[in-house]
């Protein structure tokens, strides 16, 4: 079993609940403190002002370029039930109270996709409050171009506070402090994966720049990298040793083990190469799994824990070619060229797969995500999972749905489509579904389901042993 988690793990882990929890109000309780918050990031530009070769926002005010809210400049006006809507410039336009012929509570403004101003989110709605004209307050931005939703403080139309930036499905991307509607000090990514962090400050292009930690999900294990136009051009492995709340208003001090172990960069797979490095393992996998012969008849190979993973942590990584695909083109099913039991969805656009000269571990053994071996019963203790790394990009990962123990093999559910699926894998669905009780009938009528839906037919072999 796992040791007790270090107080300076538990008290990230804590942090990162709260920044990442739509339910924790994260913006009232510093709207009361705007001083204090302006006192910092006043702080943080001075002593990030030796790092503006880096690209650091080192400006004294950024305005977003927002016009003023007022019936005397505006094109259009329409008033109904005590609510205004005007036509402002360059096609803003704005919903919601006036008083004294300016915008004055409840309101929104409307930003059109070809807008030129500061606030680079495209067409997007800004919900807030307005004094005198100007967004003043808590304000919640949606942005049509990214998908993402931003809840952020005004001051005078100026952001000014703290502010974090959601994904549709609420998954935490970005948090951090506007002076002065510049972004300032250090910032949180979250990976795409929602389970991996970087900590560090952001370019004038919001990508990370200079010293930058990246947290592995445990939350122990760190890579120290040094970033430019937000990827890692050199990097190191180190280990969490504590962490605090001291002076950085928002954000953890943390503290690592003095050893920096092995070098890396950003190393992205192609459509022509799976890595430059094959043979450097991951840290942090060198100390979770190993591989040796699977106890699955004829499945080669298999993965297998090298201590305790709780549930929902991270066990591998699974890494490979990258596969575009096309619009037009077909689903790959067994037979077909392209065909490999190693490719994996990554998302909408792009798979990943292992060539064949590279699926033994005396040729790649970078990530050992492929060597997890497939069952569709209760034995799968794991499952494919989204991950940004720093030195792969993204990838998938392998993370464990239930407790898994010291040198139990890890299994995963492959997904294949059934009537797309190598004989191997339709025969294992077979036997599964006997092994749950299933009737010959229910067998047949789940076949003919799956046929139906592909408008494909699964070899009549692969049924020839259910019972009568």
Known sequence: MLATAEPGIVLVREWLNCVKSEEFDLLEIFSDKKQDISDNAQDICDKKQENCDNGVFQGEVLDPGFPLVSVTTASKIREEDGYYELELKDGVKYIGCIKEELGDGEGELQIPADWTGHWTTGESILRGWFKKGRLEGRVRAESFQDCTTTELLFRNGIPHGPYRRFRRDGQLVQYGFHKNGIKVGKHLKVGTGNNSYYLGNLDSMERLVGQVVFLYPNLQKTILGE??????????????????????????????????????????????????????????????????????????EGLYASRYIEEGQLVCLFNGNRITKTSNRKCVKWGDEDWSDFRLTLDKSTDLDIPGEYQETRTYSATLGHKACHSFGREKNAMFHEFEH??????MSVVAVKPIYKDEEILVSYNYNICHAPPWYQE??????????????????????????????????VFKNIPY
């Open 227 to 300: 970033y430019v136009d937000g990827k890692m051009i050199s990097g190191v492995y180190s280990d969490l040793r504590d962490a605090y709340m001291g002076d950085e208003v928002g954000f953890p001090t943390l503290v690592f083990s003095s050893e920096r172990r092995d070098k890396l960069k950003f190393d992205p797979s192609t459509f022509m190469r799976i890595s430059r490095t094959p043979l450097q393992r991951d840290e942090y996998e060198s100390g979770t799994v190993y591989v040796k012969q699977s106890r699955i008849p004829f499945a080669g």
């Open 428 to 461: 294992q669905w077979v036997q599964h579904l006997v092994n749950r009780g299933l009737t010959r009938e229910r067998i047949l009528a789940a076949r003919e389901k799956e046929e139906q839906k592909n408008s494909l037919i699964i070899p009549d072999h």
């Open 390 to 395: 720093p030195r792969f990009g993204s990838i």
